[in-house]
Every structure is written in structure tokens, then in C-alpha cells.
């Protein structure tokens, strides 16, 4: 049975950094694209970044472009969201996604992605 186990979460100041890292278990991880989602309260959950099976490909939300980067290590079965210059609207719950089926493109769709880690707290001080 997959487990996604985020972490790295926390209270940040605006401008800041963070880095999120969601470790996978019981699936072939370098076989599925990964993404991450966020949920801020009384708001949907949002798409926020993507990486293809292979980390050649990465998907990114408007508001977050040119400050997050995601990225991926297989051999780890590990995939990361670096969070530069943060700014309290980036407040929420991340949850780390993995793709349903292998060998896809990266998708940005939640009905597209069928595991999901219990999340982790992003706080961001004005």
C-alpha cells in the first residue's frame, strides 16, 4: 500500500524560505508523476507544482512561478518543493500527490492524482 510522508513544514516570516520533502513507500516511485497541492482555510485545494516520472518536467502554478521549485529523487523515492520569497497568501496545508497511472505527463487536475500524504502546515508572517 503507497504512504506519501510530507515534512518540512512550519512558521516562516514573509520573504523567507522553506523546503518541503514527501517521502513515498510501497509503490515503484520513479514510475509516477508527482505533484503538490495546497489548501488554505475556507478555500479549495489548488494545484501548485508538478514533476513528470522522469524530473525531466515540471509544472508550475502562476503565483508560484520564479519561487518554488519542485524536484525529485528516485533513488530517495523522495520529491521536494523548495518555497523562496514567501508571502503570507502562500499559507496552507501542502499535500504531496502521486499520479494514478505510470509513465504519465504531469497533470494539474486533483482527480488525476489517487494518493495523497496527510499534509503539512506552511505559515507565513507578514
Known amino acids: 500500500q503507497l504512504r506519501l510522508i510530507e515534512s518540512g513544514g512550519g512558521l516562516v516570516q514573509a520573504g523567507g524560505s522553506l523546503r518541503l520533502s514527501c517521502v513515498a513507500s510501497?509503490?515503484?516511485?520513479?514510475?509516477?508523476?508527482m505533484g503538490w497541492f495546497r489548501q488554505a482555510p475556507g478555500k479549495e485545494r489548488d494545484f501548485v507544482a508538478g514533476?513528470?516520472?522522469?524530473?525531466?518536467?515540471?509544472l508550475y502554478a502562476d503565483s508560484v512561478k520564479g519561487r518554488f521549485t519542485i524536484s525529485r529523487d528516485n533513488a530517495k523515492n523522495t520529491v521536494y518543493l523548495q518555497m523562496n520569497n514567501l508571502k503570507p497568501e502562500d499559507t496552507a496545508v501542502y499535500y504531496c500527490?502521486?499520479?494514478?497511472?505510470?509513465?504519465?505527463?504531469?497533470?494539474?487536475?486533483?482527480?488525476?492524482?489517487?494518493?495523497w500524504g496527510q499534509g503539512t502546515q506552511v505559515t507565513v508572517s507578514s
Open positions: 500527490a502521486q499520479h494514478r497511472l505510470p509513465f504519465t505527463r504531469i497533470q494539474a487536475q486533483q482527480t488525476d492524482f489517487g494518493s
Open positions: 510501497g509503490r515503484t516511485f520513479s514510475s509516477y508523476s
Open positions: 514533476i513528470n516520472f522522469s524530473g525531466r518536467s515540471t
